[in-house]
């Protein structure tokens, strides 16, 4: 049965959303990816209506069987924290509403699913996403590489966790093995 994914990659400025069908082979395909912005210079809660209103739209609109949302984590910036925070909350409550489940994935763990490496830059993780979709061109912007990332990320952990039990990794791909590591190493640090 094939999954329906809903990758979020939030922020006020630039909201990255993808939605990816993931087939139970891993073979995963586009359905859509865009950015909702808002100008900085916007008043706070009406850059959180535009972000809630494309949110839902997209829900209702693709219906995803999840969402999954990168992990806010400290930053040197505290207000960029607080607005991606605040991005993040909104369209996990949009989710909420309709009975959509929430994940949420670190960015580590998104860039050791989909490249290999925990360590990779947004050129690598483009680079990627573009090849594991198919696609002939990048998407751009990164939040909307991101975003696609993410929708990647939830699907294969799904593999991953059906593959812990083999001592060889059983058919999880390299990148969903070292992914998975990166997962272990997140929760032993909790």
């Known amino acids: 049965m094939t999954l329906r994914v809903m990758g979020v990659d939030p922020g ?15 073979r995963s395909t586009l359905v859509a990816v865009g950015v909702v912005g808002t100008p900085a210079d916007q008043l706070l809660d009406r850059r959180l209506l535009v972000i809630s209103d494309a949110v839902d739209e997209w829900l ?14 400290s930053q040197l910036n505290v207000s960029t924290v ?28 998104v860039k050791a699913a989909v490249t290999g490496n925990g360590q990779s830059d ?29 929708a990647i990320t939830h699907a294969w952990r799904q593999g991953v966790a059906a593959n812990r039990t083999s001592a060889s990794g059983g058919t999880a791909t390299a990148a969903q ?10 929760r032993r640090r909790r």
């Open 12 to 26: 006020l400025t630039r909201c990255g959303l993808a939605v990816v069908d993931i087939e139970p082979n891993r």
């Open 60 to 73: 209702d609109t693709h219906a995803p069987d999840v969402l999954a949302v990168e992990r806010v984590f």
């Open 82 to 109: 607080m607005g991606t925070a605040q991005a993040s909350g909104v369209v996990m409550v949009a989710a909420a509403r309709r009975g959509i489940p929430v994940a949420l994935h670190t960015p580590t763990e």
């Open 122 to 150: 947004k050129v690598a993780v483009t680079k990627m996403v573009t090849k594991i979709l198919r696609l002939e061109m990048a998407p751009k912007p990164a939040d909307a590489a991101d975003a696609l990332a993410l």
């Open 177 to 186: 093995r070292i992914w998975a590591e990166a997962e272990a190493k997140a």
